[in-house]
């Protein structure tokens, strides 16, 4: 612990932070932020974290975290569609929230056991600030208006779905996703406002909340990395070897690999027979079905460096999703030159050509790659650029201040915003809740 750190441990703020799962082991970019924010936070703060188990590889992971940070770790099960009451409430829940206006997120995650734990943290405990990772939890925080509260979008579910119906094949798909991004949004919109802090990823991310939300209180918070950890390797002499980092539990990530094995790759590797391919953690059905010669899928790694190592150049080829992404903040800090579509990069204060290069269709894809190929000196400008970017903007040391500063404010001022209950019940459903309208 820093000498600084040590001298405000007397006055750190007592956080509750509230998280769908265990962000260890980490293999998503959302686990990593999860991680490396708490990580980073525990000299700061004093810590109380409440999640959710489904497995032992999750109680094994809220294990790890507890002795790892040496803080307390509060776990429920979650209840699946299984035999028994409590699920029973559940299936309900979701056939509700189907025929009303609630997001089925919000029905399948609100359980009855979390609020009954929270409230026990909230009785043994004098927390100062509590925290929700996704907006599918803010039932959680809800109900304990005193409480300064923080809901913290890793993404934007509406913008994330509305994008994904906008690259669905089917009629039916489409018209499915629209319907749920059209939920989020309302949701969105009557939720956030009842939050004294409502954390965005980016400054791009913070103008769609306002828009949705005009009374909502934002903070910038960014995604991060860690750049003492992290370094750059060597700039090769040629190019060899593509990579692709992405987690199969997210959509945008399987559509992204699709996309790159069936419109991207297939050119670059008949105009460069000598490259290769290799997609990390995206060892899935849908992206096995699009495998071409050259490109090698593989499962979890339990580290990344030795590949981003090995990298000459990193893609990021999303065309759905929200929020910003750590896969690229991890290649910059890395020193390997990326690659991207607009939607890949969006939220980051990276500027094509000065920090990499952006194509947005498959044809300037393969152009881009093709002008790192030819050009070393240029790739050894992006990899610089990049990582100094990284270090002023993006190291999770200084986030971790940010987010201390913000719970600082809040606390001083006590902002109280009161949540009608006729709105959100004790389990955050009542009977009126699913036909209200913002």
């Not at 980073?40 to 959710?52: K, M, Q, R, S, Y």
């Not at 099960?77 to 089925?104: C, I, T």
């Not at 939920?183 to 004294?196: G, L, S």
């Not at 690229?328 to 920090?355: M, N, Q, W, Y």
Request: charged share 25%; proline share 7%.
């Amino acid at each position: 612990m820093s000498r600084q750190a040590a001298e405000n441990r007397e006055t750190m703020p007592h956080l509750l932070s509230i998280l769908p799962t265990s962000p260890l082991p980490v293999f998503t970019g959302g686990r990593q932020r999860t991680y490396q924010v708490l990580r980073h936070l525990a000299p700061w703060c004093e810590i109380t974290v409440a999640g959710f188990w489904r497995d032992k590889e999750d109680r094994a992971g809220w294990r790890q975290l507890a002795e790892e940070l040496n803080i307390d770790v509060r776990t429920v099960r979650f209840e699946h569609m299984r035999p028994g009451a409590e699920a029973a409430r559940v299936a309900w829940r979701r056939v509700r929230a189907r025929f009303g206006s609630l997001p089925e997120a919000v029905a399948v995650w609100d359980q009855p056991k979390m609020h009954e734990m929270v409230d026990r943290v909230l009785a043994e405990k004098d927390i100062d600030i509590i925290q929700v990772e996704w907006p599918f939890l803010a039932t959680y925080a809800l109900p304990h208006a005193p409480i300064p509260r923080v809901l913290v979008n890793i993404d934007l579910l509406s913008v994330a779905l509305a994008r994904r119906a906008a690259l669905a094949s089917s009629r039916r798909m489409r018209a499915r996703l629209q319907n749920e991004a059209q939920r989020w949004r309302r949701y969105e919109a009557r939720v956030f406002p009842r939050f004294q802090a409502v954390v965005a990823m980016s400054e791009q991310d913070a103008k769609v909340i306002r828009e949705r939300a005009k009374d909502a209180r934002v903070a910038v918070l960014p995604n991060g990395v860690d750049t003492v950890e992290l370094t750059p390797g060597e700039v090769s002499e040629r190019v060899h070897r593509l990579l692709f980092v992405g987690s199969p539990t997210h959509e945008p990530n399987l559509d992204a690999a699709c996309w790159l094995l069936s419109e991207i790759w297939p050119e670059l590797r008949r105009r460069h027979p000598e490259l290769e391919l290799t997609l990390v953690n995206l060892d899935h059905p849908r992206v096995r079905s699009c495998s071409q010669p050259g490109a090698t899928i593989t499962g979890r790694l339990p580290d990344l460096t030795p590949v981003y190592h090995q990298a000459d150049i990193a893609l990021a080829p999303l065309r759905a999703g929200s929020g910003t992404r750590l896969k690229i903040l991890e290649a910059f800090a890395l020193g390997v030159p990326v690659v991207s579509t607009s939607i890949g990069c969006e939220g980051i204060d990276a500027k094509p050509a000065r920090h990499l290069l952006v194509a947005d269709d498959a044809p300037a894809f393969v152009a881009a790659v093709e002008r790192l190929i030819a050009d070393r000196e240029l790739r050894r400008v992006l990899a610089s650029e990049a990582r100094s970017l990284v270090e002023r903007r993006y190291d999770w040391r200084r986030i971790a201040e940010l987010h201390v500063a913000l719970y600082k404010r809040l606390i001083a001022s006590k902002i109280s915003v009161q949540c009608p209950m006729s709105d959100v019940g004790r389990t955050g459903l009542d009977e009126r809740s699913d036909q209200h309208r913002p």
